[in-house]
């Protein structure tokens, strides 16, 4: 790779961001495009967060992804939302046109792509329970409410976060009907109408965890599993959906997804099909 004077900077902001692997993938793409760019990973931490947007303006960056804590805060800090990030309340992308920064969530588009690669599951009509109620849930639920999802459950630890999201999101999606529930033991026997689709939005598993009961067990026989976790990998929930017979995927597809998509905001051109998810070491078969 030759830096130049003409090289345009792409890059992630994140505290930490040391483990992550979109540099990896991103400057792969970048590469087997024969862009003249570089995806360069900064640590920026919440209190430098506003500095560092600001930066973008006066570097010319061309654009960053934004990782954990910056989803939320950033929103405030761009000029201009893409309406399912201002939906979402949270972005992962933001695009500099001139000065002028737009901010957008890849995430969403970058679930359904991997829910269609890894498991060939097409959500519409589908009965789908997400675990979880944070930002990583509010992205899932825009996604597949946009995709015409039949029935959405929505399984929080902290129950009047659940109760929230599905107050303001029936009000926007009149074709689904929701459904709240506590992530507990007592899920099982609440959720007595098995489901197509389980989703986990949540950390747990990041830190080889489980649930602490069989969260799989509300699934329908030949159902699917997606865990956006992807190290350890497999996590305890997908162990135990594969002990089950269901199909399963990790967060990764997701990463490798979400990633194609900010590329092609950032660049104007979709990267080389398959070379993010070869970077990942994920399978061809898609
Ligand atoms: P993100 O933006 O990544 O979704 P978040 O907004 O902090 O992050 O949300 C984290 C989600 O993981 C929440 O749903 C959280 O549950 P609470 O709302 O009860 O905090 C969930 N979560 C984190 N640790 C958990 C645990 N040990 N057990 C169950 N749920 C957990």
Not at 120 to 128: E, L, M, N, S
Not at 260 to 284: H, K
Request: negative net charge.
């Amino acid at each position: 790779m030759q830096v130049s004077g003409k090289t345009v900077v792409v890059g992630i902001f994140g505290d930490p961001v040391a483990h992550s692997l979109s540099p990896r993938m991103q400057n792969a793409a970048i590469q087997a495009s024969g862009l003249d760019a570089v995806y360069v990973p900064f640590h920026v931490t919440a209190a430098q967060l506003c500095d560092a947007v600001k930066s973008i303006r006066a570097m010319s960056i061309r654009g960053v992804n934004l990782t954990i804590p910056h989803k939320e805060a950033s929103c405030d800090l761009v000029d201009e939302l893409d309406a399912s990030a201002q939906m979402i309340g949270a972005i992962n992308t933001i695009v500099n046109d001139n000065g002028r920064l737009k901010g957008y969530n890849t995430d969403s588009l970058g679930l359904l792509k991997a829910l269609k690669q890894e498991l060939g599951c097409d959500v519409a009509g589908k009965r789908v329970l997400l675990l979880g109620a944070g930002g990583a849930c509010r992205a899932a639920l825009v996604a597949l409410c946009q995709a015409k999802v039949a029935w959405v459950g929505i399984a929080n630890r902290t129950r009047n976060r659940s109760q929230q999201l599905i107050e303001e999101f029936s009000a926007k999606f009149s074709g689904t009907a929701f459904a709240e529930y506590e992530l507990g033991s007592s899920l099982l026997s609440s959720c007595y109408e098995p489901v197509d689709l389980l989703v986990n939005t949540t950390s747990v598993g990041l830190k080889g965890e489980d649930f602490g009961f069989l969260v799989v067990d509300c699934l329908k026989p030949g159902g699917a599993v997606f865990d956006m976790v992807y190290t350890p990998e497999p996590t305890m929930l997908l162990n135990q959906a594969r002990k089950r017979g269901l199909a399963t995927a990790d967060g990764l597809g997701m990463l490798a997804a979400q990633g194609e998509a900010a590329f092609a905001l950032w660049f104007g051109q979709s990267p080389e099909p398959l070379v993010m998810r070869r970077a990942l070491n994920l399978s061809d078969e898609i």
